[in-house]
């Protein structure tokens, strides 16, 4: 049997040891955590929405008309007016035929692939492709195989040689820990020539690329009634400041999703004011193009003044700004540094960034200041001045 003890133990050794901190009150750039006050670069609230008063008081108004929990799966009894409206909403935000909502992202990929692909198929990830499609392809029985990180040719190269009944392509959208993009229009060309689906995961791009922030697909110009392939999961705990997932596509393609996804169908269908809440929601990631113009410059500010440092910022034009430091414990010790100073951008360690590449994972909201990112910036420069000195 395992001894937990030495296996924490170790954890802690390699600078893998994972903690939690507790924040009170509730989220935006500035936290408050046992009494003292932090900035925060750690959020995926893009767009600084997660407490915003309209999609609050959607939520209390929702409270209200149905009571707190969905008491059974959306099969059975649990799908109410508010998760309908929420599904319409989303299908005509993306602009896609039909869509269905998760608990979460996590459920969503994993219920989406198991639905699409099983044993005898195939599907091919992106190498640095979420822990939950990763996690989704395994589940579903399917041969994975990987592709290298945002190469075409390489996809093109294992499509060529596959003969499955069924394909199936799963990526991010904009990468979780490295904040680029992939490249859509190529992938999804290269899928429908090849007879496979595309299975697009925009966590990070929804509400913040694309025309009024419809997400990653819009932004790469891509249609559904051109590519009839694709798939498009979103989730709705990050831009949209909320919490749950959707998946959209073909009318058909839904469907049978509904009919397949053992996360959908075996599991209580999230509360209807979370759904009624992501429906304000959706109106105001449409309205405020402000939130987005903001994103934007704040990122081009913080590139500008890390420019130069002995730690390589990715590139990125997305919310999502990495730091890569290399070493666990040096990342973990410039986190910490940081934290002293009252700022708070998380290290990211393997497992979940490949080994050697721990890095800051700076996130940047709408809601940051030009102050915040300066007060930021002037800590990494001293950091780094130190480091070297
Ligand atoms: C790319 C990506 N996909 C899926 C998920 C899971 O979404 P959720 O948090 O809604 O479970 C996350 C993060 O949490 C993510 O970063």
Redesign the pocket.
């Given at each position: 049997m395992m001894d937990f003890d030495d296996a924490l133990a170790d954890l802690a050794s390699q600078g893998l040891l994972r903690t939690r901190l507790v924040v009170d009150g509730p989220q935006g750039p500035l936290l408050t955590v046992d009494g003292r006050g932090f900035l925060s670069f750690c959020s995926?609230d893009y767009l600084g929405l997660a407490n915003h008063p309209q999609i609050v008081a959607a939520a209390q108004d929702a409270l209200r008309d149905y009571g707190m929990g969905a008491a059974a799966s959306a099969l059975i009894s649990g799908h109410g007016a508010a998760h309908e409206r929420l599904e319409h909403d989303l299908a005509a935000f993306i602009g896609w035929p039909a869509a269905l909502s998760f608990s979460?992202?996590?459920?969503?990929?994993i219920g989406v692939i198991g639905a699409l692909v099983g044993a005898g198929d195939t599907v091919i990830v992106d190498r640095l492709?979420?822990a939950?499609?990763i996690d989704g392809a395994r589940l579903s029985g399917a041969s994975l195989k990987v592709f290298p990180h945002n190469d075409v040719a390489r996809l093109e190269q294992v499509l060529a040689r596959c003969s499955s009944p069924r394909k199936l392509v799963v990526t991010?959208a904009v990468?979780?820990m490295d904040g680029d993009v992939a490249p859509l229009a190529a992938l999804a060309d290269t899928c429908a020539r090849h007879g496979a689906w595309l299975l697009v995961?925009d966590?990070?791009g929804l509400g913040v690329l694309g025309p009024q922030g419809r997400g990653s697909l819009a932004h790469a110009g891509i249609t559904s009634s051109q590519a009839p392939h694709v798939l498009l999961?979103g989730?709705?705990?990050?831009a949209a400041g909320v919490?749950?997932?959707f998946v959209a596509g073909e009318r058909s393609a839904i469907a049978w999703i509904m009919q397949r996804a053992r996360t959908y169908m075996f599991t209580t269908a999230h509360p209807p004011a979370l759904a009624a809440a992501t429906s304000a929601s959706l109106n105001i990631i449409a309205r405020d193009d402000w939130r987005r113009a903001h994103l934007r410059a704040l990122a081009e500010q913080l590139r500008s003044k890390l420019a130069g440092l002995p730690w390589t910022l990715l590139p990125s034009d997305t919310a999502i700004q990495p730091l890569i430091v290399g070493d666990n414990h040096a990342a973990r010790g410039l986190m910490q540094r940081l934290r002293e100073q009252g700022l708070w951008v998380p290290a990211i360690c393997p497992p979940t960034v490949p080994k050697g590449s721990a890095r800051l994972r700076i996130s940047l909201s709408a809601l940051h200041t030009d102050e915040h990112i300066a007060r930021l910036a002037d800590a990494l420069v001293n950091a780094a001045r130190e480091s070297t000195a």
């Open positions: 995926n979460n992202g996590y459920m969503a990929n492709s979420h939950s499609l991010d990468f979780s995961d966590a990070h999961m989730t709705l705990g990050k919490a749950g997932a």
